[in-house]
């Protein structure tokens, strides 16, 4: 069992930077590949960046370069710093957590958090 708290979103104007956390709290010792994913409204779920047990990245076309996942040592937190904000990434963010690399990948991962809103302005 996973649960998942995410915080840190709000409103910043373009070329502004957030960084998102998310608290991860596990019953067992088993590790997860963790994913942040964002959806605004009338728009389909996307990947935005995943992080493998060994600590690869991979992040969406879209915020290659801008955006940073990253997780502490005991991995009881995961981060997205997002740099050079646009417009275009307004959306609800939300942090996952599965053991198979695919399903995350797939977006369909098991554990999902509640999610933070992010507004950029121009």
């Known amino acids: 069992q996973v649960q998942l708290v995410e915080s840190g979103g709000g409103s910043v104007q373009a070329g502004g930077s957030l960084r998102l956390s998310c608290a991860v709290s596990?019953?067992?010792?088993?590790?997860?590949?963790m994913g942040w994913f964002r959806q605004s409204p009338g728009k389909e779920r996307e990947r935005v960046a995943l992080i493998e047990r060994d600590g690869t990245p991979t992040y969406a076309d879209a915020v290659q370069g801008r955006f940073t996942i990253s997780q502490d040592n005991p991995k009881t937190t995961l981060y997205l710093q997002m740099n050079g904000l646009k417009p275009e990434d307004t959306a609800m963010y939300y942090c996952?957590?599965?053991?198979?690399?695919?399903?995350?990948?797939?977006?369909?991962?098991?554990?999902w958090g509640q999610g933070t809103q992010v507004t950029v302005s121009s």
């Open positions: 996952a957590a599965d053991l198979s690399i695919l399903d995350i990948f797939l977006g369909k991962a098991k554990y």
């Open positions: 596990r019953s067992t010792d088993r590790s997860y590949v």
